[in-house]
Nanobody, 124 residues
Framework: QLHLVESGGGLVQPGGSLRLSCAASGFTLDYYDIGWFRQAPGKEREGVSCISSSVGRTIFADSVKGRFTISRDNAKNTVYLQMNSLKPEDTAVYYC?????????????????WGQGTQVTVSS
């Protein structure tokens, strides 16, 4: 069975950093596009970043460009989201998701497998 598990969330002050991990089990991430999404209370789930399976093409939402980076370590079957210069508006539950493909999209409906999420709170 395919599983995704997020970790690395927590409470951080504005301007701080966190690194989220998305670990896969039951399948090999090499052949999957991986997306990071977030959902704040009362808001719709939104795409943050994604990385494609083939050439590792990356996409970032405008709200996080220049602050977040995404990377994958196929040997560890894990994808990372490095979040720097965090702002209070980045507070949300962050989810990773996977879909078999070659080009990733920041569209939640395009993904087949989802983790349970990890809470990120940015507050002083």
């Amino acid at each position: 069975q395919l599983h995704l598990v997020e970790s690395g969330g927590g409470l951080v002050q504005p301007g701080g950093s966190l690194r989220l991990s998305c670990a896969a089990s039951g399948f090999t991430l090499d052949y999957y596009d991986i997306g990071w999404f977030r959902q704040a209370p009362g808001k719709e789930r939104e795409g943050v970043s994604c990385i494609s399976s083939s050439v590792g093409r990356t996409i970032f939402a405008d709200s996080v460009k220049g602050r977040f980076t995404i990377s994958r370590d196929n040997a560890k079957n894990t994808v990372y989201l490095q979040m720097n210069s965090l702002k209070p508006e980045d507070t949300a539950v962050y989810y990773c998701a996977a879909v078999s493909g070659y080009v990733c999209y920041l569209i939640p409906g395009a993904y087949d497998y989802w983790g349970q999420g990890t809470q990120v709170t940015v507050s002083s």
